[in-house]
């Protein structure tokens, strides 16, 4: 194919493509459904808790249970996810605090020489004291 062909083509699906943008009418309040089917509503911490204990009838223990086996198959951020939305209805359960404890504390560990934004975050989640570097003196 000829570079000026190229060019030609080019330059066409670019009118094509503007004429398309430029007609979507904007709208300052509208969001775009994202491809996992979130779209502008987001279920909260508290909507997921009445559905795991209302809806679903899982037990405190029974979502510890589910959590546990996450983390020991290695999912701790959704073993987390998990726990964060059951505190939402056992804010006082000791047994959803060693749990999330332990998540928290795998995704430090496997973040700590990676990701050092993400270990403060989740170290701050569990209220765990991160450690201060010093430089050399």
Do not use: C
């Not at 570079?3 to 398309?20: H, Y």
């Not at 809806?55 to 546990?68: D, M």
């Not at 999330?100 to 765990?128: C, H, V, W």
Request: avoid cysteine; proline fraction near 7%.
């Amino acid at each position: 194919m000829k570079p000026q062909t190229i060019l030609i083509v080019f330059v066409v699906l670019m009118i094509l493509t503007l004429g398309v943008v430029s007609s979507i009418p904007y709208v300052p309040h509208w969001q775009h459904w994202e491809a996992n089917l979130q779209g502008p509503t987001h279920p909260s911490r508290a909507d997921r808790a009445e559905l795991l204990v209302d809806y679903l009838g899982l037990s405190e223990s029974q979502i510890v249970e589910a959590a546990n086996r996450l983390s020991a198959d290695g999912n701790y951020a959704m073993a987390a996810d998990l726990l964060e939305s059951a505190d939402a209805k056992f804010p006082t359960s000791e047994s959803v605090k060693r749990a999330k404890r332990i998540a928290y504390l795998k995704l430090m560990e496997k973040n700590q020489n990676t990701d050092p934004f993400k270990f403060i975050i989740y170290s701050g989640k569990i209220g765990e004291q991160t450690p201060q570097i010093n430089g050399p003196r």
